[in-house]
């Protein structure tokens, strides 16, 4: 049996296990599994430690692990490194190799959707995926002025250091400033839920896209107010699906992943747990 694993905290909730089964079962790989494990920072050294390196195929890793596994791992990607985290961990003949994937799952999602590459970017959140929202519109080509929004611009160190190391450097502002940053082509919000509900009126008012990270509860206040604006609108879900599809790509070996069968799979289970509150 040859085994990978999603591995975080909290990460009962995560939809990687129904999204890598789907491309397991599509792909007839019936000796591949792919489990769940509550695993926070001082637990991921000894789990990568126990494990047999002839059954693990790899790990995708959440929050709080990204930074953790770059210390862990026996090679680092330049990208991982610019970004400044890892969501992938794949068993090489050196030992693990850290990468990250959300790139590709923002930068796939976007054009998927039709989004031209802007001319200019405000970011609300200074997080990972900030960063790896930086990092995926160096890859379409973006070159023009990005502005981070942050509810606390003294915690930026994160998001403004994998600028620098990107050659993308950006500017910082206070999120309550919003107003005056919203004449610009696309909106990358990396809040958590609810976060920029206050907001989605001025965001739709104005005539930006929008990539709202979030994928439930869907769609939300700022993504409903767009579209009915008219303008493009890119969820949660799409770089969820497209980071998956990459990890399964690296894990497998496999070129021609089976996105259609991972996306039924993944919209399938959102529209159960819609049903089911709480589960």
Not at 5 to 26: D, K, N, Q, W
């Amino acid at each position: 049996m040859t085994r990978a694993a999603v591995l975080g905290s909290p990460v009962a909730h995560s939809l990687s296990p129904v999204l890598h089964t789907a491309a397991y079962a599509a792909l007839g790989l019936e000796d591949w599994s792919y489990g769940i494990v509550e695993c926070d920072e001082a637990g991921l050294g000894p789990f990568l430690a126990g494990l047999d390196p002839e059954e693990w195929a790899g790990l995708s890793l959440t929050m709080p692990l990204k930074r953790r596994a770059m210390e862990l791992a026996d090679e680092v990607t330049d990208l991982a490194t610019a970004v400044g985290g890892a969501n992938t961990l794949v068993r090489r003949d050196r030992g693990w190799s850290a990468l990250n994937t959300d790139v590709e799952g923002i930068a796939t999602a976007l054009t998927e959707a039709g989004v031209p590459t802007p001319a200019s970017t405000v970011v609300l959140g200074a997080g990972a995926t900030a960063a790896s929202a930086l990092a995926a519109l160096r890859e379409l080509g973006a070159t023009g002025p990005v502005t981070v929004l942050a509810r606390d611009t003294a915690r930026t160190g994160e998001v403004t250091e994998a600028a620098e190391r990107l050659g993308r450097p950006v500017r910082v502002a206070p999120l309550a400033e919003i107003d005056r940053h919203l004449d610009t082509d696309l909106v990358v919000s990396t809040l958590p839920s609810g976060a920029a509900d206050e907001y989605a009126k001025r965001i739709a008012d104005s005539r930006a896209d929008l990539f709202d990270v979030i994928y439930a509860p869907w769609p939300t206040p700022a993504a409903t107010a767009v579209a009915a604006r008219g303008g493009r609108v890119v969820g949660g879900f799409p770089m969820l699906l497209h980071q998956a599809v990459a990890q399964v790509r690296l894990m497998t070996g496999v070129d021609d992943v089976p996105v259609d069968a991972m996306r039924a799979a993944g919209e399938a289970e959102l529209v159960r747990r819609s049903a089911q509150p709480g589960v």
